[in-house]
Structure formats: C-alpha cells, structure tokens
C-alpha cells in the first residue's frame, strides 16, 4: 500500500509538468480513485487482530516490538504527508496509528 500511496503522490508532481489530470487513461483513472478507498481499508482490515486483543484479552503470538516500530514508521509517512500536503498519504497513516496504538497498548495490558 505504501507504494500505491507513493505513486499517487508521484503522479500528481508528473501532473503539475504537463500531464493531464484526471489521466484520459481509464485505468489510471481508475487507479487514481481506488487509492482513496485502498487507504482506508487497508487500516480496517486491522480490526480484526485489535477485537482479539481488546475483547479475547489474547495477545499471544503478537510481538510488541513490531507494533511499536510499525507506529513509528508510521509516524514518519504522517510527517511526509503533512510536508507534501498529500490528503491520501494523511488520512491513511492518521488511521495507522490510531489501530497499531491500540493494539500495541492491548499488547502491553494483555501480553
């Protein structure tokens, strides 16, 4: 997902150069728009592991250490974003580290 996210951030610049945007190409059009709904389900496909941890109080098997850094670098696409000012890149990693928090803190409680 972060490369889909890069690229969209990439072609919006090839834009600003000549390209024309929304692309007469269907499937970069396409792409264009699914980007959107691919960054927010990303994060929601998540839920799943967070209601285990959060309800079962079952975090065996969940590492700490890989959820810490995944807020981290996180936090780092977050950044990049709010600089670029890409909407896309924001809303996608704002949802990140909402759920990785929670399941990290679950991971702390219920470990």
Known sequence: MNGALHHYHLRKRVCKMGEQLPNPDKWKRFLDEAIYVVGILGPVMTLPQAFKVWFEHNA???APISWGSYILFNI???AYGITHKEKPIIVTYVLWILINTFVFIG???YG
């Open 60 to 62: 065996s098997g969940l």
């Open 76 to 78: 780092f696409w977050l």
């Open 107 to 109: 991971i702390l409680l």
